[in-house]
């Protein structure tokens, strides 16, 4: 690789790991005395298909100038971090490079803004337009959505694109305008919208029986900065629950606060906990997949989450009296709100209990955490723990421990689903 591309490659690959849309595996160590390989190739980064198949990708900026001064943006105009650009032709060069080689399956590219929202989405797109048209790539590829650039081109970009993404920046209105006022909620979310309406118009022409082009079959997805602001985990989901129900986004990312140099006084000057970062994907995982609402885990009483315990089992230790539930006769949704029982362990229950009646050592075949879901369930040999629940000090049974957690954690509970 040339000099100067090995240098912009790890400028801008640096540059994109404030994004949470992809993971990273966290390892750093590189083994004594190995003279081949290494855990942190630049630029590549693990993120997760549907059916939870690893994925490698590369994952660049186009470019970290920006003619934005978001405050909480370490490649904001008024920083002094060094600065990279790619030409369109070295971004699809790398790609493929590394393609060849096996690094990577994919491609998430992102970028600061310069010159103006379209001149941006124009050199995204036509990265993506010649790797599918010229390089016939049939990669995975993610492209960021840039805030205001024209329909034509959010059009175009889907027709390349296997993922839109716009950034809603921040939970709330009011800390938009402290900290990125030249970032408006309404341009953000109508780019969302538009997406969301070419998807839903491509389905109905397929469902017409017509064939329409391939329109960002892997929906769209954004990402929310936390820890920044004051805003509550209540204000957090509540947002996140509208952007979900509005736009039908695939995922909401939450990516805590890192601190910056030269950093706004009204920024925070330590790194949030990661844990609340990882409360917050569980509790994502909650809404919109085990039928909770948000104001039965987060309400004006209680408008942020514990974080030394599971926002499940904090739910299951408020309503006391709605266990322990029998599994030989507790229904799908009744089953789903029992901390330590996921979705998949659920389906096997209803399964298995068709056959015979559910006893402890079934439970335990089916290698759900059993010392945590225990006190809340009814066998036909186990009467649960909850009536003792002040004898056994439940909650520090079953509650995990706080530690940090490395970026790649979070998304675990949406792997295994057993929350």
Known sequence: MQPDLSKKLAILADAAKYDASCASSGATTQRKGATLGTTTGMGICHSYAPDGRCISLLKLLLTNYCIYDCQYCVNRITSNTPRARFSVDEVVY????FYKRNYIEGLFLSSGIIQTPDYTMEQLVDVARKLRLDQHFGGYIHLKTIPNASQALIDEAGLYADRLSVNIELPTVVDLQALAP?????????AMQHIRLKVDETKADKAAGMKPPIFVPGGQSTQMIIGATPSTDADIMQTANSLYTTHKLKRVY????????HADARLPGLTP???REHRLYQTDWLLRHYGFKIEEILNAEHPNLDLSIDPKTAWALQNRGLFPVDVN???REQLLRVPGLGVRSVERILRIRRYHSIVTDDMKRMKMPWARVAP????SDWNGELKNLDRLDLKKKIQDAPRQLSLFEPHITALTGEI
Do not use: G
Not at 376 to 379: A, G, K, L, N, S
């Open 94 to 97: 790398l790609t493929i490079e």
């Open 182 to 190: 030249e970032k408006k909620r309404p341009e953000i979310e109508s």
């Open 254 to 261: 939450y990516s805590a606060y890192s601190p910056i140099p």
């Open 273 to 275: 906990p990661l844990m």
């Open 329 to 331: 006769k507790a229904s």
């Open 376 to 379: 809340f369930v009814i066998t």
